[in-house]
């Protein structure tokens, strides 16, 4: 038995990975717009402004921000990731969600029937959504390079071991394959402060 310190990890003892290192994305809090409710908070014909690429091509944070407004509270300045979407989505964590009022389901991102609504308010108008707000299922995005490496298919549900100080299993994790996607793995602030990750920390998949 080895001896226990502060980077002791047993579940590194107990299970045998896929050698594939899989860098880690914390999302915080956002918004995704469809065109017609971009429109209706910033104005006609409106285009968001790109201040930072994602690490999913063609995906970027937007210069623009948002209030939202539960039953019980407000938050502010939540960012538009761009570009628009088919559906306006709230994304945010259960911390958010006590904060606000809500109790959203852990929902795949664009799966937002029967979700709770919110209210939007931009500079120029409010959107009152009556549907949208998630907290997004963990998931990992993957070229089908990496899925055939991996052994794995779009819509899997596979383990992830989280190493470190506070060394994790994450079971539940969606798998989602496209070849406009690149190698990286989303939690939520939630998840990621309860593990200890930050941006860039790499995760195995287990076998």
């Known amino acids: 038995m080895p001896e226990l310190g502060p980077q002791y990890d047993p579940v590194e003892t107990c299970y045998n990975y896929v050698d594939v290192p899989i860098p ?13 409710d971009l429109e209706m908070l910033f104005g ?14 063609g995906e970027f944070a937007a210069k623009e921000v948002l209030t939202v407004v539960g039953p019980r509270g407000v938050i502010e300045g939540v960012r538009i990731l761009g570009p628009p979407r088919k559906v306006t989505q709230v994304e ?7 904060r606000l009022g809500l109790r959203p389901p852990v929902r795949d991102s664009g799966n937002i029937k029967g979700t709770p609504g919110i209210a939007v308010v931009g500079p120029k108008g409010v959107v009152a959504l009556e549907e949208g707000v998630i907290l997004a299922a963990r998931h990992i995005h993957m070229h089908p390079d990496d899925a055939a490496k991996i052994g794995v298919k779009d819509k899997d549900r596979v ?16 798998v989602r394959v496209s070849p406009k996607y690149r190698l990286e793995m989303h939690v939520d602030t939630d998840e990621a402060n309860a593990a200890l990750l930050k941006n860039g920390d790499t995760v195995k998949i287990i076998h």
């Open 24 to 36: 880690v994305g914390v999302s915080n809090r956002h918004i995704h717009l469809m065109q017609e």
């Open 44 to 57: 006609e014909g409106y285009e968001l402004t790109n201040i930072k690429d994602l690490g999913q091509p």
């Open 92 to 98: 945010i964590s259960m911390t958010d969600a006590y």
């Open 159 to 174: 383990r992830v071991h989280v190493p470190g100080e506070r060394a994790q299993v994450m079971e539940n994790v969606l």
